[in-house]
Each structure stands twice: as structure tokens, then as C-alpha cells.
């Protein structure tokens, strides 16, 4: 059964981008790490939306394939930051008649993607437990941790 | 005519403050004379060698008003000094003493005299005992009420008078040429009215504030006025002052709370409440291991988009909707958005953190962030998920509205 979501902590070279005013947030971080896993997605041939701000939650962005959506959060830190990974499909769904290849397909890019890109240094993905909390060992392979 | 009667109803305003004022300033007086008969009585006694002890203003008043028994008892009516004919004595009875009197009136004099000193007495023997002592404050309760309501009702007549008086100045055609730009009659309206669509677009677009606001006045009133918040006076005058100084300002209160309940008037924030609470945030979060700086920053008032609860703002139209993403208004509506009017930012993070997973981490001052994990918070199981992260405006609606969603609870009260 492949999870409809996915969580990852990398590690990165990208500056942190919090901005500040009297040592007050007044955009949160993420903001350049999205940008460059959109890039990264887009040079796959995704149609990727731009960073949209989402305040405390970070920056997201939303990746068509074929009428379907993948939703992606990026949660910003001081030299790495937290990857959500969501595939949004209707609640009316019903799982016997989910096809998840494509959610898989794209996982695997994204890994391969952010492994290969200079601007990450690690990439952890870990399965989520029932609070959707980070639960056992980390993994290489999103697909390993479903 | 339209002035003359605005200058009537002006006046008629103006004698009922007058008059409410000069209720206080009496009641003021004859606190003021308690206080200095009781400390006369107290360095009489002192000097006297008598073995006394007065710690507390209620031990003096005690004191003071068992002497002033006693020495009624004993002194003939001509030789009691004028100050002890009685705390309540008006300064009308003190000039009907001063005046020249006939024999006729000599013995009338004395004879209204004795009835007061017999009544001061009976009241003060009264004073002594507890169910008379509430019944009278009971009574002094309700007068102070009407006091306050009559003073509020002056505030808001002042108010009404402004309008009218502005609305002459709008059908003014010189009104316009006699007052600079910005203070002219239709200046004026048209800022009252762009005020108004404010507060009236906030209690659209936000009607859990607009009814937590309406909350909190209530509960303002209810300490505020309330009797038995407060000790009960030892003595009589003591729970008559007291009482009426409570049913006055519930009065008062009344009128303030008056627009809320009307619909009308500013909605009038909270703030002095924020700012008192903030400094327990600002400890709770240092004791949590934050800098000063950022318990600080914590503390603060919370101004994010919240936490969207029903439609998440991840989630899109469904595809026979046409796909995309949910509309604004409806996503960002008071009954998708849980964030608890006055809540500071810390609280709101760990209230965030609890009920959706999504959250979980934010930035602070340069080099720090908030991790929910890390401060060893418990994320809410997904029913708890789902009472605790449902905005009010929704579970009133639920309710039914009206009365039951009127019931404050759950994480935004």
C-alpha cells in the first residue's frame, strides 16, 4: 500500500531566508529551497506552480500531473529545513481505485533530484506514525519508508 | 425650533449629570466625615487612656460608631457637639440650625432634632445586625443602579446630541466653507460611516471576535458588579456605600455593554487584557527555554493567516467543481480559520502544533525556532484534532446559534 504522504529533513547550503525587522520574522524561511526544488521538478518536465508563502507553515508548492496534484511544504531552518509531500485526491475516492504510479514516479525524481543537486547536502525521509508525527529510522528511499 | 429643542434636551442632560454628581459628591462628603469623626474619636480615646485597638479603616469606623452610641446615650441633645448629630445629616438640616429661630420654631427645631438622633441611633443599632445590613445594601444595590444608569445614559445622550448636532451641520450649505477640510459636517459622516463599515465588515468577516468581545464585557461586568466579590461592610453605612457603589456601576457598565448588544457603536478591543497577560506569557515562554527576545516575540500577538480546519489550505475544489484551489472567501472565512481573537503568537503555535500535524516547526529571532517536538508538546489524536482545531463560528452554527452558540468553549475562549 503506498502512503499518500511523505515526510523528509534535508540538509542545505542555501542561506537562510527568514526575513527579519527588529529581530522580528516577517516572512518565514524556505522560500529560496522551494524555489530550487521547483526548479529541479520543472527540469524533470513537471508543471510546477511558484513558492507561495503560507506564513508559519513555510512555503508550498503544487505540481500538476495530468489533472492530478501533488502538494509540497517546505518548513525553512537555519541550514536545513522539513519536506511534506502530500498527493491530493478526493475524498470521494475510493482506495481500491487509487493509481498511485505517478505519485510514486514522482517521488523517486524528487529523491533523485535533490540527491543529485549541490545546493542539498541530505535527505532523510521517515514514515509517519498515526499523529503524522516522524517515526523509526531514516531512509534513502521515500519509497522504502511507505 | 430644531436648535431650540437641542438646546433643551441639552440642558435636561446636563441637570441629570449635575444632579447624579452631586449624589456623589454627598456620598463622597459623608464618607469623608466618617473617616475624620472616627479618627477624632480614636485620638479621644487615646488620649483618654482607653484600651483600644484599631488596625484596619473598618476597626475605626467600629470604634468610632460604638463611641458615637455610647455618648448619644449619655449626653443630653444640647450638649452633643455638632458633628455628632448624625453622619447622615445634610447640609440643608446644618443651615435649618444656623438660622434665627421663634420659640415655635426652636421647639420644632429640637423636636426634628431628637426624631433624627432617634433614627441615627436606631439605624446604627440596625447597623449591627447582618440581614438588615444586606437588606439595606440590597436597596442602596438597586438606587445605585439607576444612578448608574442614569449617568450612563447621559454619556450616551451626549453622544446622540453630538450626532444631531452634526447632522444639522450636514444640511448646512455653509458648513462646508465655515470649517476646514476634515472637520466639515459631510467630513465627518463620511468618517463615521467608513468607521462603521469597519466595525460592521470585522463582525461580518469575524464574528467569533465580535462575540468573544461581547463575552468579555459580560464577564467584565459580572466582576466588576458582582457583591459577593467583595467582603461585606461591618457596618451599615459601610454596605449601603458599598452596595450602591457596585449597582452604579453595573449601570454604568450596562450602558457600555448597551451597543454591543445593539449592534451599534464601536466594537471596542481588548487590549488592556492582552497587555496584562503579557508578561505570565512572557515567563511561561522563558521558562520554556526561549530568549528573552523571543518570549518576547512570542508573547506578542498572534496576527497569521491560522489554522485552516475544515478545507485546509493544501485541499482544492474537487474535480466536478471545476478543480483549483478552494475560493478565498470561503477558505479564509471565520468558519474554516481557527485563530482565537487575542491570542499571542506562542500560544497560537502550540495550539497550531496540537491540532495540525502539518505544523510543526517555526521561525524565531535570527538563528532560533519554535519546535513543537522539542517542548515536548503532544500532538492531538484526530478527533481531538477535530474539536479542538474547529473554529467556533462553526460549532455555533452547529449548535444553532443563538444561545447555545453564545456559550464560550473549547481552545479559542
Known sequence: MMML?????????????????????????????????????????????????????????????????????????????????????????????????????????????????????????????????????????????? | MGIGLKDRLRAGLGSMEEWSRDRQADLAHGVAELEARSHQFYRQAIRDGQDTLAQTTSELREFAKQQSISQTRAARPSQLPAAHSGTSQSPHLQMKDSRPTGDLLESSRRAIGDIQRKAQTALQRAGDSGPVRILAGDAAYT???????????????????????????????????????????????????????????????????????????????????????????????????????LGRREGEVTMEVLPYLAGAGELKATAELGAMSKFSRIAKYTKQGFSPVEAEYLAQPYKGMGHHSLLPRRKGLPDWLGGGPVPQWISDSAFNVLKPPGISRGDMYELHYKVDPHFRRAGLSEGGNWVGSRLGLKEYGPLQQRWHGTPNATRRAIAGGGIAGAIPFGDEE
Open chain 1, 5 to 146: 504522504k511523505s515526510y523528509a529533513e534535508c540538509a542545505t547550503v542555501l542561506p537562510d531566508d527568514h526575513v527579519w525587522e527588529d529581530q522580528r520574522v516577517v516572512v518565514f524561511g524556505g522560500r529560496l529551497a522551494a524555489e530550487a526544488i521547483a526548479e529541479i521538478l520543472r527540469n524533470h518536465g513537471y508543471d510546477v506552480s511558484s513558492p507561495e508563502c503560507m506564513d508559519e507553515h513555510g512555503w508550498d508548492l503544487n505540481v500538476r500531473i495530468s489533472g492530478k496534484r501533488i502538494w509540497l511544504e517546505i518548513q525553512g531552518d537555519s541550514g536545513c529545513f522539513i519536506l511534506q509531500v502530500e498527493a491530493m485526491v478526493g475524498i470521494f475516492v475510493r482506495k481500491r481505485d487509487l493509481d498511485l504510479s505517478y505519485y510514486a514516479a514522482f517521488l523517486t525524481k524528487l529523491n533523485e533530484g535533490l540527491r543529485h543537486d549541490p545546493r542539498f547536502l541530505k535527505v532523510e525521509w521517515y514514515a509517519l506514525d498515526a499523529r503524522q508525527s516522524p517515526t523509526g529510522d531514516p531512509a534513502d528511499d521515500p519509497l522504502s519508508v511507505a
Open chain 2, 143 to 245: 438606587a445605585g443602579d439607576a444612578a448608574g444608569l442614569v449617568t450612563g445614559t447621559v454619556h450616551m445622550g451626549h453622544e446622540l446630541l453630538d450626532g444631531a448636532v452634526l447632522a444639522g451641520r450636514v444640511f448646512d450649505p455653509t458648513d462646508a466653507f465655515r470649517h476646514p477640510v476634515g472637520e466639515a459636517g459631510w467630513d465627518r459622516l463620511f468618517g463615521g460611516i467608513g468607521a462603521m463599515a469597519s466595525s460592521a465588515k470585522e463582525a461580518v468577516t469575524d464574528p467569533g471576535a465580535a462575540i468573544q468581545r461581547l463575552s468579555e464585557a459580560g464577564g467584565r461586568l459580572r466582576r466588576e458588579t458582582d457583591p459577593s466579590a467583595t467582603p461585606t461592610a461591618p457596618t451599615l453605612s459601610g454596605e449601603v456605600s458599598r452596595n450602591f457603589g
